[in-house]
C-alpha cells in the first residue's frame, strides 16, 4: 500500500507544499517595513539588500527594516522603480542573514501551489497559501488613486491584506517566484484577486546580484 501511494503522489509533483517547511526555511529572511511607529508593508532579503514594494516606501520620510530577530535597522532605498514597483534598500547594519533564492518564474505552472508571508495588519510573519491561478497578467491597478498599468503579473489566490505588499511568494522550495503588489477589487461581496511581480521578466535569467535583479525586475537602469 505504502509503495502505490508513493506511485501516485510522484503523480503530482506539483500539487502539494509542505507549508511550514518552507516557512521554516525562508522565515528569517522575511522583514517588517516600518516608518518608525507602524509597519508599513513587508519585504525580504537577497543579496544582503531587503527588496520590496515602490509604494510601500515611495511616501516614507524614514524607513526601518525589523528583521525576524526584533532588531531594527535603518534603511535608504538603493534603487526604485514605480513602474515596475519594486524598491531595494540598503541597510545600516550589516546583515548576515541568508539570502532567498530566486527561481526561475517562467517556469511557473497554472495550479502550482504557492505560499507568501508577510506582515498584514502587522500580525508577523503570517503563512497563506494557495495556488497559481494565471500568469502573465497585464493589469491596470490602482495605487493612491490612481491607475497603473503593469504586465507580467502571476495571479494567485493565497490570502493577503494590507501589510502584505513586497511580500515573496514562494514555490515549493522555498524559491522565490515573485513578490506581493496588489489585489484587485477587494470587496466584501467578492474574494479579491490577488498580484505579484515575476522574477523573471523579458527573457532575462534569475539575477546573482541585486542590482541584476533591479533590471531583471523592471527598473532598468542604474541609481
Not at 526601518?64 to 535597522?73: A, E, F, K, R, V
Request: hydrophobic residues 40%; glycine residues 8%; proline residues 4%.
Amino acid at each position: 500500500m505504502e509503495d502505490e501511494i508513493e506511485g501516485v503522489a510522484a503523480q503530482f509533483p506539483q500539487s502539494l507544499i509542505n507549508a511550514n517547511e518552507v516557512y521554516q526555511r525562508v522565515r528569517q529572511a522575511i522583514v517588517r517595513v516600518s516608518d518608525g511607529e507602524r509597519t508599513v508593508g513587508s519585504g525580504f532579503i537577497i543579496d544582503a539588500h531587503v527588496v520590496t514594494a515602490h509604494h510601500v516606501t515611495e511616501n516614507l520620510s524614514t524607513i526601518y527594516i525589523i528583521l525576524p530577530d526584533g532588531s531594527i535597522s535603518p534603511a535608504t532605498i538603493t534603487g526604485s522603480c514605480q513602474y515596475s514597483d519594486i524598491a531595494v534598500l540598503t541597510l545600516e547594519d550589516e546583515l548576515v542573514i541568508e539570502s532567498l533564492v530566486l527561481a526561475d518564474s517562467a517556469s511557473v505552472k497554472i495550479g502550482e501551489p504557492v505560499v507568501t508571508i508577510g506582515n498584514p495588519f502587522d500580525l508577523t510573519e503570517t503563512l497563506t497559501s494557495g495556488i497559481v491561478s494565471q500568469t502573465n497578467r497585464f493589469v491596470d491597478i490602482e495605487f493612491d488613486q490612481q491607475g497603473r498599468w503593469m504586465a507580467n503579473l502571476i495571479q494567485f489566490d493565497a490570502a493577503v491584506n494590507s501589510g502584505n505588499s513586497g511580500s515573496p511568494l514562494l514555490n515549493s522550495e522555498g524559491e522565490v517566484i515573485g513578490m506581493v503588489i496588489a489585489r484587485v477589487n477587494p470587496t466584501r461581496e467578492m474574494k479579491s484577486i490577488t498580484l505579484s511581480l515575476q522574477t523573471r521578466l523579458r527573457g532575462l535569467l534569475p539575477p546573482s546580484s541585486t542590482r541584476a535583479l533591479l533590471t531583471t525586475l523592471g527598473l532598468g537602469r542604474d541609481s
